[in-house]
């Protein structure tokens, strides 16, 4: 019913910046929260940030500063924008999104992921 299609992650220096994007499509009534998700290699998913009801935001302690949620809520898009990306930073990053669908149900939902690589 509901799809997250993550796009943007790719290799990149240190310090340099890349803009993740995730579009939520399907039978959308509403979405209450979008996030990413980070997981490093080796390491369990962390949250990275999260959107509220399309304004309210929250972030992972290490990243406040470097990395900026926002929300186009007429495209059902969520982005991440991340500048100063360090080798630590590396991992896949998931799109997560609880969505009120025509049905009535509201759900959890999860992209599948966009890789991040920061290396010279």
């Known amino acids: 019913q509901v799809q997250l299609v993550e796009s943007g992650g790719g290799l990149v220096q240190p310090g340099g910046s890349l803009r993740l994007s995730c579009a939520a499509s399907g039978n959308i009534v509403r979405i209450d929260q979008m996030g990413w998700y980070h997981q490093a290699p080796g390491k369990t998913r962390e949250v990275v940030a999260r959107i509220i009801s399309g304004h309210a935001t929250t972030y992972r302690d290490s990243d406040k500063g470097r990395f900026t949620i926002s929300m186009d809520n007429a495209k059902n898009t969520v982005y991440l924008q991340m500048n100063n990306l360090q080798p630590e930073d590396t991992g896949n990053y998931s799109c997560?999104?609880?969505?009120?669908?025509?049905?009535?149900?509201?759900?959890?939902?999860w992209g599948q992921g966009t890789q991040v690589t920061v290396s010279s």
């Open positions: 997560q999104a609880i969505i009120r669908v025509t049905t009535g149900w509201t759900g959890n939902y």
